[in-house]
DNA sequence: CCTTCAATGTTGCCAGTGTCAACATAGATT
DNA sequence: AATCTATGTTGACACTGGCAACATTGAAGG
């Protein structure tokens, strides 16, 4: 006869989980939410789990692959977020705006997140081929917005793949900036986005060209 | 009589050291060239020192205020990088560029140092009033490229802060793809920023104004 | 010169961490 | 029903940052 209950918090089975991965993920995230990246702790994932400790080594190498599968899921988030914008917003110039702008809501919204992602924590070198083709799809995105309006005639015909890890770069290196806290004391992030924008369609846009 | 010399490896003096200090930082940031901010043990650095683990504290709070430290002083270089760029290329429009390669060559030189400048590690928010001077300091040196270059008539005569916050979130968000080895497949630093401040001109040189 | 003292460095100790090896249990397969 | 594999647990270990108490030094003041 089996002891008690025993139940865990989240699946009525008591010894196997049924998603433990899947839990694992989800609370990891939160509490890089709430606490950021230091505060991830595998004792403390599993407690919270109503787990043990050392369950998470049957789903994930170690404590970075565990990272490396919150940034795998970061990246397709950003992704869904900046085609939605593109999207939504008619594929057009305005449209390409609105994706600037959703990229770094994403950062904002998300910094620990975010950090996460490009702070160094998980390197893209080799190892974690899922991580490799979130990252590619998401830059992608940024690719074919850019290759759809050099090919209405909006934007300049330069090497797409340039000019779009040219944007990529400005508006990462805002969030950046913005989720530090390193902009300059009246400047807001939304009105160096609008004038980022602003300054970067005057440089991108085929009318601007003598 | 005292025991034996028992000299330490800095100095010729025996207990106290005499500049523990200095000795506490260079050791971090060498370490931190090496083996990255993870690297980083007060133990281990002790051990180099020939110290005691603790005698760090005699210097800084903590871990934290040595690495904020090691911050300022990352400041403090990329300020003088920057200047002595503008300056040995003529105060001109070359260079603003040159400046510009300066900046990310300093990150990609020192990507973990740059790391523990913008990684998060430390945050510019109240405490730390050297780090937020020497970071305001750093940046002052682009906003008086800037400015200087708009007195010239070479750029245009918009807020020269917020024109500056834009260029230095460019030349940001290159160094951070570039020292997290996010860059798209056939695409160098160097042709990126290359490109990036052909782009960035077009878009800020007067003469591009219809 | 001798005493006193603040600055600086050391040792003992603690809670907390990631991770491994050995073991336990459950669910599926035969 | 017996067996096997996937999954979860327990015990241990080395390592970390940090605190409290102690030790040593060089300088200041009599």
Redesign the pocket.
Known sequence: M?RTTRAARKSP?????GN?RRALLDEALTIIRVEGVEG?????I?ARLG?????L???FA???ALLAAVATEGFRMLRQQLVAAWETEGRGDPAFHAMGVAYVRFAVDNPAHYRVIFGGVVEPGGKEPELEAEARGAFQALVDAVASLQHDGVFIGDDPLLLATYTWALVHGIAMLAIDGQLPDPVSVEELVRYSFQRLRTGILNAARA
Chains 1, 2 share one sequence.
Request: net charge positive.
């Open positions: 089996p089975r008591s010894y196997h989980h433990l991830v702790t595998l004792r403390d599993g787990v043990s400790r050392t369950a080594y049957r789903h170690d404590k970075r």
